[in-house]
């Protein structure tokens, strides 16, 4: 598992954000500049931030009050840089001009959430599924939300709601079981982790927080064959490590939680010195 702050992660379109990028008039209102605009989603397409947001505010200046289609294009743009601050602005501008545009809400409330405004994403969330009452994306997103803010039960709800709205989603049962596990439920924890790796043979992390259930309730061998899977999967897997060596310090096989515990730390995890002084205890080894 994940620690807490990490279990949560916002679902990405392109890199940091969902992203739609649109050429011509997808908005309902004349645009001018429209070979500009799509001069520089060109420039997007191919990495090429500066200039895209070079082509989208020569746009915007010729026509500032109207032309939604490069305030949103260059949104993007902002939010792939990293910009997250100008890219809420441009967005904020999109939602004035036309206000009733759902993913406009959805693009804004990612980029809150990557931020770290939660409440603010909750919002913008809110405020697409509104629009759209069968956003999934943004039911799930909005799970994952209240899920950073430790509303775990609000969280399920919305993570049940994306569920029933697409009944193979991978993620929602996965970030289910996180916020199960969160409340203390391991048994329905583990049921989502073993309904998202049932479809998907190879998601490691549904393997590695299967085995920490496993592991929460004695069940070690279990534990371990999961985390295995995971590490095989993805052998960089750093968590999956830390969480393999607890399950050997609990087992007693002290040498196999050392070699899990110093893999962890070198590919970068942080150790916690609590685990590290038991582990020197129980095995009466200095490392």
Sequence with gaps: MRDRSQNFNVICGMILISLFLFAG???????TGKEVINKGIECLRKGMHDEAIADFTKAIQMD??????????????YAIKGDFDKAILDFSRVIEIYPGYAEVYYNRGTVYGVKGDFSKAISDFGAAIEINPKYVAAFLNRGIMYGKKLNMDQAIFDFNKAIELYT?????FHDRG??????????QAKADYIGAQGMNQSCAEAYCNRGVAYTNKGNLVEAISDIDKAIKIEPDYTEAYYNRAFAYFLGREYDKAWDDLHEAEKLGYKINPKFVGDLKKASRREE
């Design 168 to 172: 193979d989603y991978i993620k929602a």
């Design 178 to 187: 996180n916020a199960f596990y969160e409340k203390g439920d391991l048994e």
């Design 25 to 31: 008039n997808v908005f309902g209102e004349e645009q």
């Design 64 to 77: 500032s009050k109207n032309n939604v289609d490069a305030y949103y294009n260059r949104a993007a743009a």
